[in-house]
């Protein structure tokens, strides 16, 4: 039995998954079993790096989608349109889909997934988040029978690079990211990257999995790496801490089913699990009850390593239909499926130790009036340590113990209008892990 | 449809096994078509930890293996016999296996594979290596499109254990091993574990299922922690490793289709990500084409995460079931088959580098006598410490550049026999990743 597979684009992965597919020499003999039938691109004149038959290359991408010899999408366009609406109808057309898209994914999953489950289809995507780390699919499966309580992840490789460069060489974010422009691990407009908005649209992904509810994504407090200074890592350093993005998703524990969900730079103490994670890999670590924590780690993106997870999905597809038949059920473990909207948390509420810096002026009491700034909110401080002077100013860097970040900001609030003194300034605010 | 499992023991793991399936509130929904039919053990008269109906207890472990009732049976009783048995009576009898069982597997693998395979039943296995980890079904699944290369694995966490603690405190063996039975990290015989049996026994398992072959458990070498000493830990400390009980299965790359399986403690570079695995975890990383360097990290035993491995498994049986009914095809990504024996590479051929330590009685001449045996049969070094002085002998340590361990051997013979001359000892040798 041959399953064909249609592929929505010819760039990176899509390049790297025909890789795979026409190398008929691997350990998996359910590889034989699947051709390209069709691939969609939007120019049929560009170089390609692998040699494909013309007569499969087509800028008719809705011809693809329903065409009846086609038994698997596979969407490697990547944006919201035409992907979301090129995905449907796959799924009307019957269409079993296998997507990298988690632009698409944490905004329409909802919609996907129950077209998806009316229709009687897969819409699988291991490779929307962590590349080439299995994470949904042991997520789903491996870990069904758990209660996940948080899922921690560096999911963002471009950021982590950056952060990593920055550690290395005390080297500050324009400089490395120029560089990391250059080497082609940023994007020309870095923005999705380092405002952090991919790794909120994974950590999107990630919690309504872990969670079985819908996920809005535009609850999700994002805030990303350009304001982390070569000054902030080194500080942390030598506290003990490394400055990571941190995508975080978990049960708030006072309040039933709500959840936070955040994307933000962390200091992580060096002894966890993520700290070590550097460059452009990707890691996430996940809690639950009774399993305790597991980390999945392994390269976050790239032409192979993305491939091989889509493959894993298309293999996943054929896996079932080869042996179940056309006319089954679909299996609960590898649908996905959503209840109603996970209340999410806002930030406000979020309980969290944060690390701030500040340049005080050389007069008697200024740490005394921080510390009743943070008295008064019920911030209470872990450290308080006075690192250097900067322009004959005092850098002053306090570590707090947990607080409610609304406390905490109402403790800045009051910092802030001290400093109209001129006194104190605040030149940097960061959480603690 | 309710789907009935039979529990052949009910110790660590079938309790917490039954704890996981006897909670419905849980996120699954599959769960809640999951019921515990039978449960077989030794003693009826035992205390147990989860109050059963008493009718469900037997000791009759035959008569679940064949109940008609029975859909899944779970084999919880660890060693070779009964096991291999009753797993053999419960696939004649049609019924689909879940195993926690390393040994059983290491040793009859391919005879319970080939067996299912002919009754059209699944034998799975996720908690038989790494606990909790989802190891098992993502390198079948997850990464079945990639060439696997090399799979290297911390897999045993009581050596794990006992060797962070002697990192950590600067402890001997037999202090920290007495501590760690003290707290039930090891069992009151310990050598399955510190002579790197279970660890052999797991690395098979992954190798077999990694490379498509079987692995003769007896040809795997494996050599134990014994006779690791608190001073190669603070030396290896001091050349930036960390020294780790290693299973490493690898494909030999001048000689086609060759295995290398192994265990040994090892000096990591600290850098490795498997150095930083500490305490009781365990981690593996595998390596592949495309996939690169990925790692899954986590509790490698204990009640709830290994009992979250099996119902894992239960769960995958219970999807198949329910969506595709009971009378498909196999799915070759879930099912286990095995070709031909994997030729084993004999360890001589193994090229590796070395860390010994010598004790050098103070003549001249002596490091260039080292130096001589080891060019003989072109050892080259990379590096040559003195150390310090223990009982005015010189402590020389050496690192080895790749080297034959056939060679290596042959060199340390050298020394040997110019020891005779009693003075050089060589008081320790270990293996560098
Ligand atoms: N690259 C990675 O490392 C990575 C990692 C994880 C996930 N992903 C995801 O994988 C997806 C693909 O990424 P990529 O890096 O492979 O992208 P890419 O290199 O930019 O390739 C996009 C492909 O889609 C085609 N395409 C785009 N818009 C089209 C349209 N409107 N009509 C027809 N064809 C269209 C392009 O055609 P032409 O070739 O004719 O221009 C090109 O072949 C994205 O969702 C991305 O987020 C990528
Ligand atoms: N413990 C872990 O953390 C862990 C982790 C990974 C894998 N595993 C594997 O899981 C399996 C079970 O381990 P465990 O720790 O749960 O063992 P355990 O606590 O010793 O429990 C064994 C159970 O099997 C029963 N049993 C043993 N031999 C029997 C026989 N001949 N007839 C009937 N019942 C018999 C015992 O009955 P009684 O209760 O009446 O004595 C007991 O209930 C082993 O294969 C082990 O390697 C364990």
């Keep these: 039995m041959a399953f064909k597979v249609g592929l929505l684009g010819f760039g990176t992965v899509g390049t790297g998954t025909a890789a795979i597919l026409r190398d008929r020499d691997r350990r998996n003999p359910l590889l034989q079993d699947i051709e390209i039938g ?17 007569d499969l290359l087509t800028t008719d991408l809705e011809s693809i989608v329903t065409d009846p010899d086609i038994d698997i999408v596979v969407e490697l366009i990547g944006g919201l349109e035409p992907a979301r609406s090129l995905i449907l109808k796959a799924i009307a057309a019957g269409k079993h889909v296998v997507t990298a898209n988690k632009a698409v994914i944490a905004r329409y999953g909802d919609e996907l997934y129950a077209a998806a489950n009316k229709a009687g289809v897969y819409i699988l995507l291991e490779a929307s988040v962590g590349g080439g780390i299995p994470i949904i699919k042991p997520l789903k499966e491996s870990l069904g029978a758990n209660r996940i309580s948080q899922i921690t992840g560096i999911v963002n490789g471009t950021t982590n690079y950056i952060l990593t460069q920055m550690t290395e060489e005390g ?20 923005t999705a990257d380092v405002d952090g908005l991919d790794a909120a649209d994974k950590i999107a992904i990630l919690a309504s999995l872990a969670f079985g509810g819908r996920i809005d994504r535009e609850a999700i407090y994002c805030e990303g790496i350009r304001q982390v200074s070569a000054e902030d890592i080194s500080y942390a350093e030598k506290l003990g801490f490394t400055i990571k993005l941190l995508a975080i998703a978990q049960k708030t524990e006072n309040r039933d089913n709500t959840l936070q969900v955040r994307v933000h730079p962390t200091l992580l103490p060096n002894a966890h699990p993520l700290a070590s994670i550097n460059g452009v890999y990707n890691a996430v670590l996940v809690e639950g009850e009774p399993i305790g924590q597991v980390m999945f780690f392994g390269p976050g993106a790239g032409e192979g390593p993305t491939a091989s997870a889509v493959v894993s999905d298309i293999l996943a597809i054929a896996g079932i239909l080869k042996s179940a038949g056309k006319n089954t059920a679909l299996n609960p473990l590898l649908s996905c499926s959503h209840q109603d909207y996970s209340a999410i948390a806002p930030m406000e509420e979020v309980v969290t130790r944060f690390y701030a810096r500040f340049l005080c002026g050389d007069r008697p009491g200024v740490i005394g009036h921080l510390g009743t700034c943070f008295g008064k909110h019920e911030v209470s401080l872990e450290s308080v340590v006075q690192i250097g002077f900067q322009d004959k100013l005092a850098e002053i860097v306090v570590v707090t113990h947990d607080v409610q970040e609304k406390n905490f900001r109402q403790a800045l609030e009051e910092v802030r209008s001290f400093s109209a003194l001129d006194s104190i300034s605040i030149a940097s605010v960061l959480r603690v892990f």
């Design 38 to 54: 069709r691939v969609g691109v939007k120019s049929l004149d560009k170089p390609r790096a692998i040699a494909l038959d013309p």
């Design 171 to 190: 080297a500050d974010f324009d400089a490395v990211l120029t560089e990391a422009q250059q080497l082609g691990y940023a994007e020309a407009d870095p």
